[in-house]
């Protein structure tokens, strides 16, 4: 089918809840994608942070291929190891606690809602603006943004914004009827802006003070992709709930709601489930992608790999923010410059907002590649 023939077929069949670029996409290799036409690309968004390994990595093809060959789905009322294996490598690398496997970003947010309604019954939420956390009616609460959220309004009550990255706004807010509070380290939709560490300090000490939770969300910044498996690491600032989801699954939807021990067992028996969550199929790639991610060697080029990306940027007189392979540049038109990349430059990137380009690379790309992107963004500009 030709790209005319699926815009037509989008006119008819498709909602129209998203604003698409006129490219149709055939096959990926590592950072590389390829349209229709046989022309390549060089792919600095992965799906919105979510192809970490690469397009098509021989290891992850291969689990869930097997997999797949062996056993797809019998649901939760069965054990399949899979899943089992992932929870523990998550809970072990992450905060020592148990998971809550799901199937997407907002789904592991409105398992971290209903875990901190569960330790501190009819508690509130404190939340930051320009905080991103999801579509479902929870994470959309969460997310206090008026486009996204006045056309369904009535949203949940019980949520209430903070100026961003104001630690003292932030603590004012948290109280003994405080369930918990939610940030991204590093806000990700709302245009790469990484939380001080002074801001998340605050954060835990009001939420220590009055026995509330701290959530981070990780969906977008974990996985790797600021150099540490996941952000907080490099932050000094542990959460007692941590959500996991994008990268995860290398390209399969999967999320996961992660805690410390400490509330590991908040949530009982019926709380809460899902039909598809912890396949075989899904954790099998999960957990390929997590033997290549989950290691100090990678982590450490994540790292070196970020700053090259962030010295080139700088090095074409651009104002950077981020950490690691998630980086954003401040722009005058940002959809302009991301549809001329595209259209004229063959990279893929996203703007987040009118004045922001965003870069979320496959951790798995080459200086070689970096370099060319910076060409690439340099001849654009
Ligand atoms: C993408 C994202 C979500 C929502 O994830 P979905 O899988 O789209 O539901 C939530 N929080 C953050 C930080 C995200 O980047």
Same mark, same amino acid.
């Given at each position: 089918?030709?790209?005319?023939?699926?815009?037509?077929?989008?006119?008819?069949?498709?909602?129209?809840?998203?604003?698409?670029?006129?490219?149709?996409?055939?096959?990926?290799?590592?950072?590389?994608?390829?349209?229709?036409?046989?022309?390549?690309?060089?792919?600095?968004?992965?799906?919105?942070?979510? #192809?970490?390994?690469?397009?098509?990595?021989?290891?992850?093809?291969?689990?869930?291929?097997?997999?797949?060959?062996?056993?797809?789905?019998?649901?939760?009322?069965?054990?399949?190891?899979?899943?089992?294996?992932?929870?523990?490598?998550?809970?072990?690398?992450?905060?020592?606690?148990?998971?809550?496997?799901?199937?997407?970003?907002?789904?592991?947010?409105?398992?971290?809602?209903?875990?901190?309604?569960?330790?501190?019954?009819?508690?509130?939420?404190?939340?930051?603006?320009?905080?991103?956390?999801?579509?479902?009616?929870?994470?959309?609460?969460?997310?206090?943004?008026?486009?996204?959220?006045?056309?369904?309004?009535?949203?949940?009550?019980?949520?209430?914004?903070?100026?961003?990255?104001?630690?003292?706004?932030?603590?004012?807010? #948290?109280?003994?009827?405080?369930?918990?509070?939610?940030?991204?380290?590093?806000?990700?939709?709302?245009?790469?802006?990484?939380?001080?560490?002074?801001?998340?300090?605050?954060?835990?000490?009001?939420?220590?003070?009055?026995?509330?939770?701290?959530?981070?969300?990780?969906?977008?910044?974990?996985?790797?992709?600021?150099?540490?498996?996941?952000?907080?690491?490099?932050?000094?600032?542990?959460?007692?709930?941590?959500?996991?989801?994008?990268?995860?699954?290398?390209?399969?939807?999967?999320?996961?709601?992660?805690?410390?021990?400490?509330?590991?067992?908040?949530?009982?028996?019926?709380?809460?489930?899902?039909?598809?969550?912890?396949?075989?199929?899904?954790?099998?790639?999960?957990?390929?992608?997590?033997?290549?991610?989950?290691?100090?060697?990678?982590?450490?080029?994540?790292?070196?790999?970020?700053?090259?990306?962030?010295?080139?940027?700088?090095?074409?007189?651009?104002?950077?923010?981020?950490?690691?392979?998630?980086?954003?540049?401040?722009?005058?038109?940002?959809?302009?410059?991301?549809?001329?990349?595209?259209?004229?430059?063959?990279?893929?990137?996203?703007?987040?907002?009118?004045?922001?380009?965003?870069?979320?690379?496959?951790?798995?790309?080459?200086?070689?590649?970096?370099?060319?992107?910076?060409?690439?963004?340099?001849?654009?500009?």
């Amino acid at each position: 089918m030709t790209l005319a023939d699926l815009q037509q077929l989008e006119r008819r069949a498709v909602m129209g809840t998203y604003l698409r670029q006129p490219v149709e996409f055939v096959r990926g290799e590592g950072t590389r994608l390829y349209d229709d036409a046989g022309d390549e690309y060089l792919d600095f968004l992965a799906g919105i942070s979510v #192809v970490q390994i690469g397009h098509c990595h021989p290891d992850l093809v291969r689990a869930v291929s097997d997999q797949a060959a062996r056993l797809m789905h019998v649901s939760n009322l069965f054990y399949t190891a899979p899943a089992f294996e992932l929870a523990a490598r998550l809970s072990d690398g992450g905060l020592g606690g148990k998971a809550f496997l799901c199937n997407s970003g907002t789904e592991a947010i409105e398992a971290a809602l209903k875990l901190a309604r569960r330790h501190r019954a009819g508690g509130g939420f404190v939340v930051m603006e320009g905080g991103f956390h999801g579509r479902t009616m929870g994470a959309l609460s969460a997310t206090p943004q008026e486009a996204k959220q006045a056309p369904f309004a009535p949203l949940v009550p019980g949520f209430r914004a903070v100026p961003r990255d104001d630690g003292a706004a932030l603590a004012d807010a #948290v109280g003994p009827d405080t369930a918990a509070v939610l940030v991204e380290p590093i806000q990700g939709e709302g245009g790469i802006h990484p939380l001080s560490a002074e801001t998340l300090r605050a954060a835990r000490e009001a939420c220590d003070r009055h026995g509330a939770l701290l959530i981070f969300d990780e969906i977008q910044c974990g996985m790797g992709r600021t150099g540490d498996l996941w952000a907080w690491q490099g932050l000094g600032v542990r959460p007692d709930v941590m959500t996991v989801a994008k990268g995860l699954g290398g390209g399969l939807p999967i999320g996961a709601c992660l805690t410390t021990p400490e509330v590991a067992d908040t949530l009982r028996p019926g709380d809460h489930g899902s039909t598809f969550a912890g396949g075989p199929v899904i954790a099998a790639g999960a957990n390929a992608v997590l033997d290549v991610v989950d290691d100090p060697a990678f982590l450490a080029a994540v790292a070196e790999k970020g700053e090259r990306l962030a010295a080139g940027l700088e090095g074409l007189g651009l104002a950077v923010r981020g950490r690691g392979l998630m980086l954003g540049f401040a722009c005058d038109d940002g959809p302009g410059l991301a549809g001329r990349l595209l259209a004229d430059h063959r990279l893929v990137v996203n703007a987040t907002g009118p004045d922001t380009i965003r870069l979320l690379p496959p951790l798995t790309v080459s200086a070689a590649e970096i370099d060319d992107a910076v060409a690439r963004i340099g001849a654009a500009l």
